[in-house]
Every structure is written in C-alpha cells, then in structure tokens.
C-alpha cells in the first residue's frame, strides 16, 4: 500500500523587507562589501516554501575601552586587542563576520564620562581599522544616547552604519541623525508584538524609509527567559509573513550581551559540580540562546566568542541553501 | 482532529429517539462537537460510528510513554505549531547512546555517570531521561550482556537499538519488568518488530527514509495491532531535520494522511552533526522545533545543563509565569540583626537571588513581593515591583516584628526607587544592592545592623 502524501506549503502573503548595511566607496562610504539582512518569505530556513535570500548575518560586539563588567573568559580569549578598538575591530574581522557592533560606554577607563568627541574619535579607528560594515549602540542611557549617537552619526556620514539602540524615548533626535546622515537605526522595543509595531510606525511617520530600520525585540538570556524573545520574535515574524507591513523588518538581537551576563557565564568557582566545565558551558549559554533566537526569525545575531561565532556560523552554513 | 457537530450527526442513528436526553440527534450531536455532552449518553450508536468519534477526539500525536513507573519518559500529545497559541506540553526525552562494541567499563562508567548526573534550575532538578542501547556487534549474547550491564547501572528508561529481530529479543529478555522502547521497524523486519513490541507491551519506533515511506511501514505495524509508535523519518542533518520535522507536526496537527504521522519524533543528534559542538547545536534545534526524544552521542555536564535549561523554557506554560509564593523567606537561620532583602516573585529572579544568598552562607531575611510573576525590572515597568508595592509588601508582611533593625536592600536595578521608599517607609533606611545577583555574597559581607 503505498500512501501518496501531499506536503503542506504555506503560501506567506508577506515578505520581510532587505535592509542593506555599510556603503562601498561606490555608494559613498569606505566599507569594503556591503551586508544584506532580511528578504525572508517564509519561516527560518524553511525553503521548501520560497527561496531564503540572505542567511541570519553574525555581528561581533566590541567596546570602544577594555569593559570592566565583562567574564573573564572573554576577557582572556581576546587579550590585549581590548586595549585598542582598532585592534579589537582588526581581530574580529579575521574571524570572517559579516558585522562590527561598537557600542561606546558611559565611563571611559579613567572613570570619566565618555563624551562626544571621544565617541566619535573611537569609531574613526574602527571605521579606519577595518572594511566591516558598522552598528554603534551607545551606552543605553536616553541623554547620554542621544549626545553620543548624533555626534556618531556625524562622523560615520555616508556609511549606512545602524545607530542603536533607537527607542520610544529617543526616536526623533536618533532617526533625524540617521536621515541627515544616510544611516539605519536598530528599533528596540520590550519583547512585544505591539510596541514593536509601533516604534515602526513612529519611525516611519518621522520619515525614515522603513528599509533603513532594523526592529530589535529584545532578548534575554538561556534559562532567564529566553523563551519570551522566542515567542515575541515568531509572532513577529508570522504577522510579517501574514503581510503585516509594519512588522517586515529584519531582526536584530544581542544573544551575546545577555548570555554572558549570566551567571554561567560569568563565574567559574563556586559553582555546582554538574554545571560542568566553565568555558564550554559558557560558550553553549552564548551558542543556545543564539540558535534558538535564529530558529524564531532573528536576521542579526550579536555575538561576543570568537568560538561562539564559529559554531553559529557553522550552523547556518548547515541550514542556509544559498538562497536556493 | 475534531469534527464538527454536523460531521458527527452523520454518524449518529437519526431517529430522534431523545434517549440521549436531547430533543433530536442533531441537538446532541452539537452537544457533543462542544464538548458538553458524552457519547455514551446515546445508546444505539454503531461500534464503527463510535470507533470512527474516538479516532476523531484523540490527540493528533499520540502519547508514548516507556520506562516503569518510577521513572518514565512521556511524549506526544501535543497540539500546537507555536508555543504562542497554547502551549508545548511534553518535554522531549533526552537521551544519550552507547553500542555493544565500546569496552563494557567504559559503557558501564558513562552509564552511572549519566544516570546520577542532576541539575538544579530554578528549584527543579533536571536530568538526562535514559539510555540507547545499540547493537553493532549484531551478536544476541553480546547485545544482551550490554543491555544487562546498562541496566544493572541504571533504572532510566531504556532504547534499545538493532534491526535484527533475534538481537533484539535477546536485548528484550534482559529488561523484563520495564517497558523499553523497541528500535526500529523498517520496511523488511516490520513484522517480527511488531510481534516483539506487542509480546512486550512496549511502544515501537519505525524507521524509513523520507516520509512516504515511513507512513507506509507505520500503516504496517498499525495493521499488526501495534498503537504506540514512535516514528524516525532519518532525516539527520540541520536542513532536513528542520524540515521534515517541521512537516511532520504540521501534517499530524491536520490528521494527514489518515494519523499515521500522529506520533513523537526521534532524532539523532549525533548523525547529523560532527562532534559534540555541533551535536549540541543540532541538539538543541530538534528540542525547539518538533523533536519527542533526542539522543546524542556525548555527554559532557557543561551542555547537559544549557540543553535541559532550554528544554525547561521552550516547555514552560506561555499562559503563566512561573512564580513563587510571596512572603518572608529564611534564609541560613537568619536572627533579628540579620539583614533584610527584597525582591519578585517571578520563579527565575526568586531563585537566582535566593541561591545567592544561601551559597554566601550568611543568615538573610528574604522578602519577597507579590509581583504577579513578574522580574525587577519588568514588574517595576508594569507597576508591580514600584515603591508602593515594595512599601506594602514591608508593611504588611510582618517582617518588622522579626527584625531588631530597619534596614532594607533594594536590587541594584531599581536603584532610583530608593528615595521614594525612604518617603514612603517611615523610619527605614533603604540600601541599593548590586545589579546582578552574582555579587549579592560580596555585597552581603560588608553588613552591619
Ligand atoms: C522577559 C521580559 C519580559 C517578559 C516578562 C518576564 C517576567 N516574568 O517577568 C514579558 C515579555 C511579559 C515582558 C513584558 C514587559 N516588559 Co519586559 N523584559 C523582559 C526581559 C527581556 C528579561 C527580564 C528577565 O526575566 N530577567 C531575568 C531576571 C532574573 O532578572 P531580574 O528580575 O532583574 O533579577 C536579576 C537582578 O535584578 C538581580 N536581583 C533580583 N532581585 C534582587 C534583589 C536584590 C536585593 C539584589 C541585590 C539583586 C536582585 O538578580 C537577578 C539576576 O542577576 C527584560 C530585558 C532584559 N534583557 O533584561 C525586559 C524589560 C525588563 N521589560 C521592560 C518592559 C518596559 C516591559 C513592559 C512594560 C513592556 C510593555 N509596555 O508591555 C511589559 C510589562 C509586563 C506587563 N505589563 O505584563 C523593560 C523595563 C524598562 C525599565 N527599565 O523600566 C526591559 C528592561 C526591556 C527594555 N530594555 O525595555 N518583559
Ligand atoms: S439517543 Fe442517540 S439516537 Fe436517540 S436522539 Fe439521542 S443521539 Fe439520536
């Protein structure tokens, strides 16, 4: 008896828009190659539906000073390169990424408020240093955001780079800096269908082409509540699909900042025997939680370990078919 | 899947009898799609329409479960593409294989190391759920000698592994007592399979490549009186494993074709994967995307426990957070000049600040706020965890009867509640702790009352 089986195919009505980030000297920038995110027109991967276009982009996070907050197995794996955005930034391009996060912090490392002009000094290295298309997240208070981000967007004109994170209080200031300058803006709202929704249309409303905006659900770590990113990025990415217009931006999201936040992570002694061993338990909390983010629609990855962003990109060369 | 009232009047007597105490089959026949009435009200229902309403109302995939009482993997019964809709209801089983041809030390030391190992998170244990047992040897005696040593290490429940029907029954007379789970039928030794996992009352994996003909040698041991199955449809890498799976829950959610996909799903993280990296990795795409059991071929604590942990979150209720109960903890035995720290219900931040507190070995008032599930900062942003509800909670806990001092840590997150508190908390002078729960032991040593 042989059973004849129809597959199920869904046929998505909507398609989640490209962004491009950088510009090559061609479009007025000094990137070497420009980074496609997005294009999807059905779930992750799922290419029996319609072809995947681009593959979920990994973006490397570095910090514009040594950070004092970071596990000290970060701290070891990239050595004296943190000393030196440049430096950092050169390192991370050899590990073939597609993406450079700088986010500048509020203390420089003589304990003194970071100001514009040190903020803007530091991404001209960087930009300077490597061919990486560039996101800069400030340092995540809303005044000190706004100073810092104008002054970046600024320096980086023409760059296309993402100015982050731009949410409901800071909206105006970041999104008429990126409109002035030709950059992006990653749109953060607090893991939820609604807000996000929103942010989308205030952005817009301000003027800013929505191929320009990059929409950040937020994100928790592995074992503190991943699972409510999951959901709020799947149901996202379904009203996407289902041809909510104001849902079809690509995903960004930081997996790294918050599994290494964690304590499995972030301390190795005095911790339980069954946690195992300290690094490629710490690894795993990074290289889960971006799975799992990936497997729910995430088009950006942030990531912090060199060898995190050898497994994840391994796996998506495992999953992606090369938009076939 | 569930018919409708008029698909289920077709199958009703039509007499209007009213025996069923309704005025007419049709009135029962809603009753029934509605859930609020039970066909055995009707008393001249044909066995087939009856067979045909049972098949209707199980759930699309099939509860399977093996092991013995005390210790039993339980899977199927789900109903859902995404966790959102409703929920996902049985974790998968995570299991880890050994072959009859590695030295027997070796399997007997990863066996109890296996079988011992647990985890704490967030107040639950977690563990690994049993072991695969396979034959490469394709020898019975070997087989059975591995099973039995397996089994003598540990009371988890057992997978064991052969195509070849004598290797098999040899495995299976080690285990008498418990129910493993038989693998595999395929499309040559279904039938001998199907005698052996009915002889044994045990639940039948079957194992095709590719859909059409996994449903086929599925309807074959359906046909030889097997219900419990567990299907493995050999897609093993990433892409497929994706992909497949994905269809797979899809088309058994629809009932298509005719249930026989209605069954948990086995994947082998170890085949479509190289090394134990990649196998978790792969592991932990199959827990989020439709896997019923995973077996892997490593076993390494420092990714048991990231694999369980997400096990633990993709299954966690959408519909409600995980809390505990509000009110006053104790902490190491504290007395009335120990200090006093505040925080949320939400189970993941009561644990988190709790296991701190306890592993600093120093005596703490642990007082925790209603905040209807919700972490720090969310509940602050909800007004669940705001200055109010901090004050009230301190108010009316009692915990001022308990403690000689008035003195109250806050967490670092929610450090600008502290002015307000002290406004609102009469006489109580408020201490902002650290942001994260790691540094609470140090911050917890420079106390004086
Ligand atoms: C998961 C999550 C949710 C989940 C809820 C999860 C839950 N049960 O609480 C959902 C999706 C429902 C949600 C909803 C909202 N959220 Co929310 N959410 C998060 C997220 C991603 C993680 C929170 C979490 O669970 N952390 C883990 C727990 C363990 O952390 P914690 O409780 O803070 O505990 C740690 C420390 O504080 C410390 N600690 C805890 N207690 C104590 C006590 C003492 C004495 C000490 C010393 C230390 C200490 O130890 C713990 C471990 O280090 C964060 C962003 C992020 N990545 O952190 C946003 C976040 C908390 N949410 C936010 C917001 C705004 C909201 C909403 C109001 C959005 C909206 N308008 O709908 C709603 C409100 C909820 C509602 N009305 O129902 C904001 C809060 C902003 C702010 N600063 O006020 C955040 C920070 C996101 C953001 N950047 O915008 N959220
Ligand atoms: S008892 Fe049965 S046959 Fe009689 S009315 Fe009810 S459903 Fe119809």
Redesign the pocket.
């Known amino acids: 008896m042989a059973v004849a089986l129809e597959l199920s195919k869904k046929k998505w009505t909507g398609q989640v828009r490209e962004v491009v980030l950088g510009a090559t000297e061609a479009e007025g920038g000094t990137r070497s190659r420009t980074v496609t995110a997005g294009g999807e027109n059905t779930l992750p991967f799922l290419d029996f539906e319609a072809p995947v276009p681009n593959p979920p982009r990994i973006a490397v996070e570095i910090v514009d000073r040594k950070p004092n907050d970071w596990s000290p197995i970060l701290i070891e794996t990239w050595g004296a390169v943190m000393d030196d955005p440049a430096e950092w930034a050169k390192a991370v391009e050899k590990l073939d990424v597609d993406l450079l996060l700088l986010r500048i912090s509020l203390m420089d490392s003589e304990g003194k408020e970071t100001t514009a002009d040190k903020a803007r000094a530091s991404v001209r290295k960087v930009l300077d240093a490597t061919g990486l298309p560039l996101i800069v997240f400030g340092p995540g208070q809303t005044d000190k955001d706004i100073e810092i981000l104008v002054a970046v967007a600024e320096e980086a004109a023409g760059e296309r780079i993402v100015l982050g994170v731009c949410d409901d209080k800071n909206y105006k200031t970041i999104v008429a800096a990126a409109m002035a300058h030709g950059h992006l803006v990653d749109a953060r709202t607090a893991m939820d269908v609604n807000l996000a929704k929103q942010l989308n249309i205030l952005i817009s409303d301000v003027g800013l082409a929505l191929n320009r905006v990059l929409m950040d659900p937020t994100t928790a770590a592995l074992g503190y509540g991943v699972e409510y990113g999951y959901s709020a990025m799947e149901r996202l990415r379904l009203a996407a699909l289902q041809g909510d217009k104001m849902t079809q931006q690509p995903m960004l999201v930081t997996p790294g900042e918050e599994a290494w936040r964690m304590k499995e992570a972030k301390v190795g002694e005095d911790v339980p025997s069954s946690w195992g061993d300290w690094e490629e338990r710490a690894i795993s909390w990074e290289t889960l939680t971006a799975s799992t983010l990936i497997h729910s629609g995430a088009d950006i990855v942030v990531l912090r370990h060199p060898e995190s962003v050898h497994r994840v990109k391994s796996m998506i060369s495992n999953l992606w078919k090369k938009g076939e | 899947m569930a018919l409708t009232g008029l698909e289920i009047y077709k199958l ?2 039509k ?6 105490g ?1 005025p ?2 049709l009135a ?1 026949a809603m009753k029934l799609a509605a859930k609020q009435a039970e066909l055995a009200a ?4 044909s066995d087939e329409a009856k067979a045909a309403l049972e098949s209707a109302a199980a759930p699309p995939i099939r509860l399977i479960s093996f092991g013995d009482a005390e210790q039993r993997i339980q899977v199927g019964n789900e109903t859902e593409l995404y966790r959102h809709d409703k929920s996902f209801f049985h974790k998968p089983g995570l299991l880890v294989r050994v072959r009859d041809d590695q030295p027997l030390e070796e399997v007997e030391r990863l066996v109890s190391e296996i079988d011992s190992y647990s985890v704490d998170y967030v107040g639950q244990t977690l563990s690994l759920d049993g072991i695969a047992v396979q034959s490469v040897s394709k020898d019975p005696a070997t087989f059975a000698k591995y099973v039995g040593a397996v089994r003598g290490k540990t009371k988890r429940p057992l997978m064991l592994m052969t195509d070849d029907a004598e290797v098999m029954k040899a495995g299976l007379a080690e285990v008498a007592g418990t129910t493993p789970l038989v693998y595999a039928a395929n499309s040559d030794n279904w039938e001998a399979m199907a005698a052996l996992a009915k002889e044994h009352k045990a639940p039948l994996a079957v194992t095709a490549d590719g859909l059409e003909p996994l449903v086929e040698v599925v309807g074959h041991v359906r046909g030889a009186g097997v219900e419990d199955i567990v299907i493995d449809p050999q897609a093993r890498a990433f892409d497929d494993s994706l992909e497949v799976l994905t269809q797979i829950r899809r088309l058994a959610l629809q009932a298509k074709p005719d249930r026989l996909l209605g069954y948990p799903v086995i994947t082998f993280a170890g085949e479509g994967s190289e090394g134990a990296a990649e196998e978790s990795m792969l592991a932990a795409q199959q827990i989020v995307k439709y896997a019923g059991l995973v077996v892997m071929d490593h076993f390494d604590p420092a990714v048991a426990y990231p694999l369980l942990a997400l096990r633990q979150n993709i299954y966690t209720d959408p519909r409600q957070p995980v809390q505990v109960t509000p009110g006053i903890y104790e902490i190491n035995a504290p007395g009335k000049d120990h200090q006093l720290l505040i925080t949320t219900n939400f189970s993941i931040t009561y644990f988190s600040v709790a296991n701190e507190v306890e592993s600093s070995g120093i005596p703490a008032w642990l007082l925790i706020a209603d905040s209807e599930g919700l972490s720090v900062l969310t509940g602050w942003a909800a007004g669940k965890f705001d200055a109010d509800k901090i004050a009230t909670t301190v108010k009316t806990s009692g915990i001022a009867d308990k403690i000689g001092h008035r003195k109250l840590v806050i967490p670092g997150a929610v450090s600008v509640l502290s002015g307000e508190l002290e406004d609102e908390l009469d006489g109580w002078e408020i201490m902002v702790g650290p942001r994260e729960a790691v540094d609470i032991p140090n911050f917890m040593k420079l106390w004086k009352a």
Not at chain 2, 15 to 20: E, L
């Open positions: 009703l007597p007499t209007n009898c009213k025996d069923c309704f007419t089959c029962f009707c008393p001249h229902v």
